[in-house]
């Protein structure tokens, strides 16, 4: 079965930089698009990043301004979040998620990792 | 930006009535909406995408309609495992995605 888990979560202060990992099993992972979403807590969902499968196209939300970069290894069944520059307002739980066959949902979710941004 | 917005925000139900969620988009994702479901604590779950199409493994009781700008997600009878947050998602050229901010559904 699909499985998806991040890592790299935890508490960094304000200005500090953090890296997510996600090693997805049970599907073929250089054959598909990946996405990072977040959700702050008791807020909604919000899409952040989009890679394609072999990496050579890349969108971002425009609220990132540049501080998030996305990166994949096929060969390590792996996918990233370098994330910097952070604040407050990145707190949140952050998911990688399968981008699904018609290139327009998220079929499969992993469990999250929490990012707390404090001092 | 397309702009998703979901109604009610809240919906009251007991276990065995049927349940009517909307989702209405600022202009028209022809039919690039999907459907997820949120319990506390979970990651969302695919309910319906492509407006339409439930995705593997969901109870026949969760249907999706709709295309252009107004959407809706029904759930034919409540089970106590469906008390959960519903939202809406949307896809436009960019890529971009957006959610709706989520309909919650209670027990009355």
């Known amino acids: 079965q699909v499985q998806l888990v991040e890592s790299g979560g935890g508490l960094v202060k304000p200005g500090g930089s953090l890296r997510l990992s996600c090693v997805a099993s049970g599907f073929s992972f250089g054959d598909y698009q990946m996405s990072w979403l977040r959700q702050a807590p008791g807020k909604g969902l919000e899409w952040l990043t989009y890679i394609s499968a072999l990496s050579g196209s890349k969108y971002y939300a425009d609220s990132l301004k540049g501080r998030f970069t996305v990166s994949r290894d096929n060969a390590k069944n792996s996918l990233y979040l370098q994330m910097n520059s952070l604040s407050a307002e990145d707190t949140a739980v952050y998911y990688c998620?399968?981008?699904?066959?018609?290139?327009?949902?998220?079929?499969?979710w992993g469990l999250g990792t929490l990012v707390t941004v404090s001092s | 930006e397309i702009v998703l917005t979901q109604a009610p925000a809240t919906l009251s139900l007991s276990p065995g009535e049927r349940a009517t969620l909307s989702c209405r988009a600022s202009?028209?994702?022809?039919?690039?909406l999907a459907w997820y479901q949120q319990k506390p604590g979970q990651a969302p779950r695919l309910l319906i995408y492509?407006?339409?199409n439930r995705a593997t493994g969901i109870p026949a009781r969760f249907s999706g309609s709709g295309s252009g700008t107004d959407f809706t997600l029904a759930i034919s009878s409540l089970e106590p495992e469906d008390f959960a947050v519903y939202f809406c998602?949307?896809?436009?050229?960019?890529?971009?995605?957006?959610f709706g901010p989520g309909t919650k559904v209670d027990i009355k």
């Open positions: 202009q028209s994702v022809a039919t690039s």
């Open positions: 998620a399968k981008v699904g066959g018609s290139d327009t949902y998220f079929d499969y």
């Open positions: 998602q949307q896809r436009s050229n960019g890529p971009l995605f957006t």
């Open positions: 492509d407006a339409s």
